[in-house]
Nanobody
Framework: VQLQASGGGLVQAGGSLRLSCAFS????????MGWFRQALGKEREFVAT????????YYADSVKGRFTISRDNPKNTVYLQMSSLKPEDTAVYYC????????????????WGQGTLVTVSS
């Protein structure tokens, strides 16, 4: 499995960004997909996850109501729409494909993309 994240950049507080993650190598619909982030000096943390069909999503409390995860199965792509961005959202964002069931736990994800940096200025 290969995952290629894109869409990061510099944005002002209150702005929006959409991250994309292109999946290849296996059957996309076999995997729930997730987004995680890691700020400088901090551990990687769960952001959002979406089921294989897209019908079920979960979010970290810190992003609920501001971020939306979605997937386009024919395009083998998962998205993270981020709105009302805050400086504390600054981090490297990683997409990942789940191989186990505890979807909030990074250990449940067997495949990871390279990360894309999001910087939110105040």
């Amino acid at each position: 499995v290969q995952l290629q994240a894109s869409g990061g950049g510099l944005v002002q507080a209150g702005g929006s960004l959409r991250l994309s993650c292109a999946f290849s190598g296996r059957t996309f619909t076999s995997y729930a997909m997730g987004w995680f982030r890691q700020a400088l000096g901090k551990e990687r943390e769960f952001v959002a996850t979406v089921s294989w069909r897209g019908g079920t999503t979960y979010y970290a409390d810190s992003v609920k109501g501001r971020f939306t995860i979605s997937r386009d199965n024919p395009k083998n792509t998962v998205y993270l729409q981020m709105s009302s961005l805050k400086p504390e959202d600054t981090a490297v964002y990683y997409c990942a494909a789940a191989t186990l069931l505890n979807l909030r736990d990074p250990k449940s994800y067997g495949y990871w993309g390279q990360g894309t940096l999001v910087t939110v200025s105040s």
